[in-house]
Structure formats: C-alpha cells, structure tokens
C-alpha cells in the first residue's frame, strides 16, 4: 500500500482528527507530483503523521477521506463498508419487510463512503457514483454487494453518468451485473414502479418514506394537493389511507406520467385522482380554498451557498401562497432539501411566509431524511431533508 502523499498545512489537521471527511484546497501545503483526478491519496500532518487516504479530486473540495485508518483498499474493504451497512439497514428491518422492499443502502458519508449513494430496489441494486474516485470503484463496489446481499440481489446499475463532471465524458449508465426480475416494489403496501434508467435520483425519492406514511396517516376524509409529485408517491399513500380528492400537480408532464401509472397499480382509487400538469407556483396562484392538506416537496433551489438567498425568497413565496389557500384547519406539509438551508434558517423562512399569509400557524411536526439516510455525527452535511407539519387556523 503506497498511496501518493499530501502534506496539511500547520493546524488543518483539526477537522480530520474529529473525522469529517472533506479535505478543501485551501488545507493542502504540498503534494506528491503526477496526482490525478481519482486517486487515491494518503494525507498527512505537517508533523507527518497519517490522517487518512481518500480520492482526489480537482476543486474546493479537493480529498474525500474513505479510510482513517492505514490499509489497502482493496475487496475486502468494500465487502466489510457494505455488509456495516447492511446490518443497519438490516437491525432497522426494512432487508426482509414484505410491505416494504425499497431502502437506501449507502448514504455517502452517513455510511463513511463520501459520493457513493446505493439504492436497493427489490432486488436491483442502483449505484450513483458522484465523483471520478468512487466511480473507478463501481465493480468492485457490485462484487461486495453481490457478496454482501447474496440471492436477495438480481441486478446491480450504474447509473452515475447524471452525477459525475460532463468532462469524464461518461455519457451512458449501464449494467454492471446481472438483470431485474421486476421494476415493482411495495412501500407501507403501496405499488410503484421505478424508473432507475430514466428517472432522477436512482428512480425514487426514497427519503421520502417515513414523510409519506405520515401524511397518509392525516389523510382520511381529506381533500389533498400533492405538488412537485415527481412519481406520486405522497399521491399514492394518502389515497391508500382513505384521502376522498389527490390532485398531484408537476411541469414535467413524464412525471405526471409516472404518477398516473402508480396510482393506477393501486387498486380502488378510481375517480379520485386528478393529475394536472402546471408550474407549481402558478398553479397555487390559481387554486380555491377547499384543499384540506398540501404538500410541498420541491426539488432543491439552492445547490451552493450563492443561490441561498434566492432560494430563500423562492421557498417563503411559495409557504405564503399555500397558506393564504389552505383551508382553515388545514394540514401543511412543506420541505426543503436544499443542504445550504439548514433548519434554522428553514424554520425562520416559514415563519416570515406565516406572518405574510396572515393565518394563524402551528407547528405539529419537525421532519428530516429516514433512517437509513444515516447523519453521521462527524460530518453534519449528511443532514439534508428537513420539513415541518403544520396546522392552519
């Protein structure tokens, strides 16, 4: 084992010794001549003493720390990585639940391997690789899952083309192994289908899971607005628990597609369902004042620390007008999954979209990504989700 070496600068050491694992540009003195994007890379001290071997990577983020411990990362470090993971996810009893064959397996740093995401869709493995690193990895990465899960697995994906720099010129997803046996898995007992090839993320919003029982459990009796509803899935659950009106509202009309397919594998909801394709803003504009519950899921506005304010603004416009629409007694289920806002600043932005909509808000419920989304407690940006229930007089 003899990895290229990087040298810290006096003191940077701090925040690896406290096991986060991101090493930024500005921490690096020197470095060991020839790296490339992708390698691996033992990090040092000033004092030279070992901190980790990571990935290099060109940019602010320039080593992503897999190991703090000095060993080859060869087979058996992945097996080992992934069967801790299993076991999580495994003690959290979602690796042999009937009403439930959908989980995360890997979640990056939350399971101490930064820019790796592995989906687990009822016996399809669905890798996202988000660096040049992790993703010269991916075979390696299959063999251990095939290792690891044994005959509960039938396909492992490589769907890292969307995740990694345009220049690497990785322009196709592929089959690493094996194929699926089906493309329908259940959640709580709900039917979906996943589009891993061709949809975003892995093909499901599966941090999502323990959000959509919750509404499904305020759902009963209720007219219910489901906006940005990617694939239907807070749609499904609150027509399985008893909601009499969905309306799910996206702008992509093959999202749209999606949920009408979902909601069709579910038997009984006939008649219920209305499916509108509109800018969500807009739409929100234009609704009555008889919906008893909306949901507000929107996809990040805020991908880096410039656009934050911009996103703030985006996210109190649209609380407001959900507010002002809602019907009294309503139930407002709203979200973020932006990481540059964090819960405070959240929590602040609702409450200014509450002091502008002029109704009177209570929060009933703080929300945040499920379990098997692991925060690790050294690396606070696994946290990601967040989300409040609130009730509307």
Same mark, same amino acid.
């Given at each position: 084992?003899?990895?290229?070496?990087?040298?810290?600068?006096?003191?940077?050491?701090?925040?690896?010794?406290?096991?986060?694992?991101?090493?930024?540009?500005?921490?690096?003195?020197?470095?060991?001549?020839?790296?490339?994007?992708?390698?691996?890379?033992?990090?040092?001290?000033?004092?030279?003493?070992?901190?980790?071997?990571?990935?290099?990577?060109?940019?602010?983020?320039?080593?992503?720390?897999?190991?703090?411990?000095?060993?080859?990362?060869?087979?058996?470090?992945?097996?080992?990585?992934?069967?801790?993971?299993?076991?999580?996810?495994?003690?959290?009893?979602?690796?042999?639940?009937?009403?439930?064959?959908?989980?995360?397996?890997?979640?990056?740093?939350?399971?101490?391997?930064?820019?790796?995401?592995?989906?687990?869709?009822?016996?399809?493995?669905?890798?996202?690789?988000?660096?040049?690193?992790?993703?010269?990895?991916?075979?390696?990465?299959?063999?251990?899952?095939?290792?690891?899960?044994?005959?509960?697995?039938?396909?492992?994906?490589?769907?890292?083309?969307?995740?990694?720099?345009?220049?690497?010129?990785?322009?196709?997803?592929?089959?690493?192994?094996?194929?699926?046996?089906?493309?329908?898995?259940?959640?709580?007992?709900?039917?979906?289908?996943?589009?891993?090839?061709?949809?975003?993320?892995?093909?499901?919003?599966?941090? !999502?899971?323990?959000? &959509?029982?919750?509404?499904?459990?305020?759902? #009963?009796? *209720?007219?219910?607005?489901?906006? @940005?509803?990617? $694939?239907?899935?807070?749609?499904?659950?609150?027509?399985?628990?008893?909601?009499?009106?969905?309306?799910?509202?996206?702008?992509?009309?093959?999202?749209?597609?999606?949920?009408?397919?979902?909601?069709?594998?579910?038997?009984?909801?006939?008649?219920?369902?209305?499916?509108?394709?509109?800018?969500?803003?807009?739409?929100?504009?234009?609704?009555?004042?008889?919906?008893?519950?909306?949901?507000?899921?929107?996809?990040?506005?805020?991908?880096?620390?410039?656009?934050?304010?911009?996103?703030? !603004?985006?996210?109190? &416009?649209?609380?407001?007008?959900?507010?002002? #629409?809602? *019907?009294?007694?309503?139930?407002? @289920?709203?979200? $973020?999954?932006?990481?540059?806002?964090?819960?405070?600043?959240?929590?602040?932005?609702?409450?200014?979209?509450?002091?502008?909509?002029?109704?009177?808000?209570?929060?009933?419920?703080?929300?945040?990504?499920?379990?098997?989304?692991?925060?690790?407690?050294?690396?606070?940006?696994?946290?990601?989700?967040?989300?409040?229930?609130?009730?509307?007089?």
């Amino acid at each position: 084992m003899n990895y290229p070496k990087i040298t810290l600068q006096k003191g940077k050491e701090v925040s690896l010794l406290r096991k986060h694992h991101w090493v930024f540009s500005g921490a690096i003195a020197k470095s060991e001549p020839g790296i490339e994007n992708g390698d691996l890379v033992s990090v040092f001290s000033s004092k030279n003493d070992f901190l980790g071997i990571g990935h290099f990577s060109q940019g602010s983020i320039m080593v992503r720390i897999i190991s703090f411990e000095e060993r080859p990362i060869d087979a058996s470090f992945w097996a080992e990585r992934i069967s801790s993971a299993y076991s999580l996810r495994e003690a959290l009893g979602l690796t042999n639940n009937p009403e439930t064959n959908v989980f995360r397996l890997i979640h990056g740093e939350g399971d101490l391997l930064p820019g790796l995401i592995v989906d687990y869709y009822h016996g399809t493995a669905v890798i996202q690789a988000h660096h040049v690193g992790m993703h010269r990895h991916v075979r390696e990465i299959s063999q251990a899952l095939q290792e690891v899960l044994g005959d509960k697995l039938q396909g492992v994906y490589d769907k890292s083309a969307e995740t990694l720099p345009k220049n690497l010129e990785i322009s196709s997803n592929e089959w690493i192994w094996g194929k699926p046996q089906t493309d329908l898995v259940q959640e709580y007992g709900a039917t979906y289908k996943i589009d891993w090839e061709k949809g975003q993320k892995t093909g499901f919003f599966i941090d !999502q899971r323990e959000n &959509r029982k919750l509404v499904s459990t305020y759902s #009963k009796g *209720k007219k219910v607005l489901n906006t @940005f509803c990617y $694939s239907g899935g807070f749609s499904v659950l609150a027509l399985q628990e008893g909601a009499t009106e969905v309306h799910s509202v996206d702008i992509s009309a093959k999202a749209i597609e999606l949920t009408e397919e979902n909601v069709a594998l579910n038997a009984g909801f006939s008649g219920k369902h209305l499916s509108i394709t509109a800018d969500v803003v807009k739409y929100i504009r234009e609704i009555g004042d008889d919906f008893d519950l909306i949901i507000l899921d929107p996809p990040a506005f805020a991908k880096n620390i410039k656009a934050r304010h911009n996103a703030v !603004q985006a996210y109190k &416009r649209l609380n407001a007008e959900a507010l002002r #629409k809602i *019907k009294p007694g309503g139930i407002l @289920f709203t979200f $973020s999954c932006s990481q540059v806002v964090d819960k405070s600043l959240f929590a602040h932005t609702i409450t200014a979209a509450a002091m502008e909509s002029k109704r009177k808000v209570k929060i009933l419920h703080q929300l945040s990504q499920p379990a098997d989304h692991p925060v690790n407690v050294f690396h606070p940006e696994t946290e990601y989700l967040k989300g409040l229930v609130l009730f509307v007089e």
